[in-house]
T-cell receptor, first 118, second 115 residues
C-alpha cells in the first residue's frame, strides 16, 4: 500500500513553455500533497503544501504564479511550471499523506520527474 | 538555518556489519521523525519513523533511536547488505503545530555497503 505515482518521469521542453506534472496516490486518499525539488547532491526542498480543494501554501521564495499547484481530488495533484527557463531544470518530487490509520503522518513519495529546460 | 542536520555526508561499511547513520535537530517542537532511503533519480522510500514519546522503534533490520535531551536520532541497520547502499535522509515534523505535516529534511548521508 501507500503507492504514489508521478507522470511524466522525464520531460524536456523549450524555454518559455509550460510543463504539467501529475502526482497520484494510487491506493489511498491523500488529504495533503507536497511538492519538492531537489538539485544535484542536495537535500529535498519543500516548495508547497496543498490540501484537497483549497489553495496551496507556498514556501518562502517560491513563486506561486510560476509554480501553479492544483489539488482537485483526494488522489490527484498537479504542478505546472509556467514559462519554464533553464534555471527551473531540476528533479521535482511529490509526496502524499493521509493514509487512514497507521502511518497517517508519514509522507509517501512519488518516483520524481526530471525536468530539463533547453 | 538548518534545523535538521546530517553531519556525515558519507559512510562506508562492510557487508554484515552494523551501519549507524546519525541526525541532529535544533527545533524542540519536532515530535515526529522519519528515515527515508533514496536512490539516484528516484523518489525517497519510507523506512521507519518514531514519535517523540518513544526512544526506540524497530522494524526488521532497521532500528531508530531517539535521544530527545540531546536532540539526536540515529538509524541502525544490522546486518548491512550491499542493497542498502543509497542516500539516507532523516526528516522531522512538528505535528503538534499547525504546519500541516511539513517535513524538514537533513542533507542526506550516502551509505556504501561493501561486499
Amino acid at each position: 500500500g501507500a503507492v504514489v505515482s508521478q507522470h511524466p518521469s522525464r520531460v524536456i521542453c523549450k524555454s518559455g513553455t509550460s510543463v504539467k506534472i501529475e502526482c497520484r496516490s494510487l491506493d489511498f486518499q491523500a488529504t495533503t500533497m507536497f511538492w519538492y525539488r531537489q538539485f544535484p547532491k542536495q537535500s529535498l526542498m519543500l516548495m508547497a503544501t496543498s490540501n484537497e480543494g483549497s489553495k496551496a501554501t507556498y514556501e518562502q521564495g517560491v513563486e506561486k504564479d510560476k509554480f501553479l499547484i492544483n489539488h482537485a481530488s483526494l488522489t490527484l495533484s498537479t504542478l505546472t511550471v509556467t514559462s519554464a527557463h533553464p534555471e527551473d531544470s531540476s528533479f521535482y518530487i511529490c509526496s502524499a499523506s493521509g493514509l487512514a490509520g497507521g502511518q497517517a503522518d508519514t509522507q509517501y513519495f512519488g518516483p520524481g520527474t526530471r525536468l530539463t529546460v533547453l | 538555518d538548518q534545523q535538521v542536520k546530517q553531519n556525515s555526508p558519507s559512510l562506508s561499511v562492510q557487508e554484515g556489519r552494523i551501519s549507524i547513520l546519525n541526525c541532529d535537530y535544533t527545533n524542540s517542537m519536532f515530535d515526529y521523525f522519519l528515515w527515508y532511503k533514496k536512490y539516484p533519480a528516484e523518489g525517497p522510500t519510507f523506512l521507519i519513523s518514531i514519535s517523540s514519546i518513544k526512544d526506540k522503534n524497530e522494524d526488521g533490520r532497521f532500528t531508530v533511536f531517539l535521544n530527545k535531551s540531546a536532540k539526536h536520532l540515529s538509524l541502525h541497520i544490522v546486518p548491512s547488505q550491499p542493497g542498502d547502499s543509497a542516500v539516507y535522509f532523516c526528516a522531522a515534523s512538528a505535528r503538534g503545530s499547525s504546519n500541516t505535516g511539513k517535513l524538514i529534511f537533513g542533507q542526506g548521508t550516502t551509505l556504501q555497503v561493501k561486499p
